[in-house]
């Protein structure tokens, strides 16, 4: 390592591996430290091993201009707690984490570990040679949050290595390709969900060692499920052991508040200093190549787009395209997903086309006008017809995922069941028919986790999921199961995969009176083609004509309404033969039975 070029590219914002170069790196007789406080009179390492209170040799040299500070302190080990303790200008003494710790003490105690860079005996190699960037690929992604997904018996968590092992038991049995866990870098307060970080390089002790997570990930793609991390990229805790005034001064942070502060009462990352560049730019590196992680979820980016006067943060703007360029030229193959809830255009376009460069957006305003429609009486929904059209005015503009997240199910929004207007028992059909409409919208599918069997209860993060339900409630099994279902038939139908505008017709969309709406999708050439058949009303459709493609014969794939699910459908007709009368348009059409709030998928069986 060439340590005048590391500090060169640090200071300009450039080096993508800074935690191998700034932070604790043990070896077998001593331990470097390195940190950046530019504003700092004086900084020292301060431990077990020192009773809090630094030695002569415990304190650190200047070694750059712009402030980074170095020591090397013999017979330090791994497995030695430390902070640093930085002298601000007045002369005040403050302790602080390291922010580039690979391991920290498990809260409520904040101090950073001895570590290392983690070391794991890889077995993923079949997984990663085969990983692409796919947008004709199904992704259909499970969103976890590891503390409360399953707890032992005492109310303990789980390990990375015992929850693996459980959740791709699961994964599997559910038919999901991906999970999506919330944050695991490094945090201090549980009820943040891991949303306000101080460890950005250090997987937080929760749930073990490094290494256990990285376990974890070994496991997950050596049974073909992707992981996906959720980071924040935008803000930061303002917690005393944090990031926050590192040095004294707005080191990480703007140091006018207007800039500076956010509505979650957390600080803004600078993107204007290089060093903050380098900080993040490293981050995101880190799990990628460290850990193998397959994809980045990108929370709040909004807040790093605008200010609060909603005028257009350019440095950030500028920022996001470096960082995500960046990280694509060396990682051809993983997803980049933009959390973002503002209509900013060409977040999923090349920075070369003057886009932002991620992989996917989430698409926010389909999922707010979708629960928004959902949660109407079915008497009154013809009067909301458009908020159920309206996304597909747009669908093909970004590169889009469905989500119906975490955030969805917190706070006094309900839980998914109890969004649904009406009796337990049109809850569960309007359900299956909001992840029916889900899974065959154009755009790639997450779900968070509880929503796949219908909890009742909002997610709450120190509980786990409401898993009795399965024994005790056959609506939640019902759900479970064509959920299950559903997932299964996204797997095979690649006709579900293909997002663009050319995989997309309309059937029929403007029969607002009777809260109907049929498209089809399809692969560009037609060799394969689903039709999705939606009634939102609450009353039976007799015979109801779909136009139709082709002439033939074609079968009902599945049936929400279906009696193993937990519905009534007493419609025992599977196939149905062409009609050769024109009908939407389209030269043949087929009648069918469309029960009350339901949802049918439908193939052609035989061509004539």
């Known amino acids: 390592m060439n340590a005048s070029f590391e500090q060169y590219l640090f200071h300009r914002g450039e080096l993508t591996e800074t935690y191998k170069y700034l932070g604790a790196h043990p070896s077998r007789t001593s331990t470097i430290f390195r940190v950046w406080a530019p504003n700092a009179k004086s900084a ?110 005492d109310g303990t968590f789980y390990n990375y290595r015992e929850l693996a092992e459980k959740l791709v038991e699961y994964l599997n049995e559910m038919n999901y390709t991906h999970i999506e866990i919330m944050p695991i870098t490094e945090y201090p307060f549980d009820a943040s969900w891991g949303y306000q970080g101080t460890g950005y390089f250090s997987a937080t002790s929760r749930y073990g060692s490094p290494e256990d997570f990285m376990y974890f990930i070994n496991y997950l793609h050596q049974h073909k499920i992707g992981v996906i991390l959720d980071l924040v990229p935008g803000h930061f805790c303002k917690d005393a052991h944090g990031l926050y005034r590192f040095d004294g001064s707005a080191c990480y942070e703007f140091e006018n508040a207007e800039l500076g502060e956010n509505e979650w009462g957390t600080a803004n990352f600078n993107i204007s200093r290089n060093e903050v560049k380098s900080f993040l730019l490293s981050a995101f590196n880190f799990w990628l190549t460290e850990f193998h992680i397959d994809g980045i979820r990108m929370d709040a980016i909004s807040n790093m787009l605008y200010f609060k006067d909603n005028s257009e943060n350019l440095l950030s703007i500028e920022f996001l395209k470096y960082l995500n360029q960046t990280l694509h030229q060396k990682f051809h193959d993983i997803m980049l997903i933009a959390e973002d809830s503002s209509a900013y255009p060409l977040v999923t376009k090349y920075p070369s086309d003057n886009g932002l460069g991620f992989d996917f957006k989430w698409n926010m305003g389909w999922m707010n006008d979708t629960l928004k429609y959902m949660s109407i009486d079915p008497f009154f929904r013809k009067d909301h017809h458009g908020k159920l059209t309206f996304s597909f005015m747009y669908a093909f503009s970004e590169n889009f995922l469905l989500p119906l997240s975490h955030d969805e199910v917190v706070h006094g929004k309900n839980s998914i069941l109890n969004k649904m207007p009406g009796y337990y028992e049109d809850k569960l059909s309007h359900v299956k028919n909001l992840y029916s409409y889900q899974m065959a919208h154009p755009g790639k599918k997450l779900n968070f986790m509880g929503n796949e069997f219908s909890q009742g209860l909002e997610w709450r993060y120190y509980e786990e999921l409401e898993w009795k339900l399965l024994n005790e409630n056959q609506g939640s099994k019902d759900i479970q199961e064509y959920t299950k279902a559903l997932n299964k038939m996204y797997l095979e139908e690649k006709a579900l995969w293909y997002d663009g505008q050319d995989g997309f017709e309309w059937i029929e969309h403007e029969n607002i009176q009777e809260n109907m709406i049929v498209f089809l999708r399809k692969i560009p050439d037609m060799s394969e083609f689903i039709i999705a058949v939606f009634n939102f ?48 348009y389209r030269k043949y059409h087929i009648e069918i039975d469309v029960s009350k709030n339901s949802s049918l998928f439908i193939k052609i069986k035989n061509e004539n």
């Open 44 to 153: 020292a390492i301060v431990g077990d091993f020192n009773n809090w209170i630094p030695r002569d040799i415990d304190f650190c040299k200047r070694i750059t201009e712009a402030g980074v500070w170095e020591v090397e302190i013999l017979k330090l080990k791994k497995g030695n707690i430390y902070k640093f303790r930085i002298e601000k200008e007045n002369g005040e003494m403050v302790l602080k984490s390291d922010p580039y710790a690979f391991y920290s003490e498990i809260r409520p105690n904040t101090a950073s570990i001895v570590y290392g860079l983690p070391k794991f005996r890889w077995g993923d190699k079949r997984w990663l040679n085969k990983r692409k960037l796919d947008f004709t690929a199904p992704i259909n992604i499970y969103e976890v949050h590891l503390g409360s997904w399953l707890l032992k018996d």
């Open 537 to 584: 009303s609450g009353k039976e459709q007799k015979k109801y004509k779909i136009g139709v493609p082709f002439n033939g014969e074609y079968e009902i794939i599945l049936n929400s309404n279906d009696k193993k699910f937990g519905g009534d459908s007493k419609n025992k007709k599977k196939n149905f033969k062409t009609i050769n009368e024109e009908w939407n």
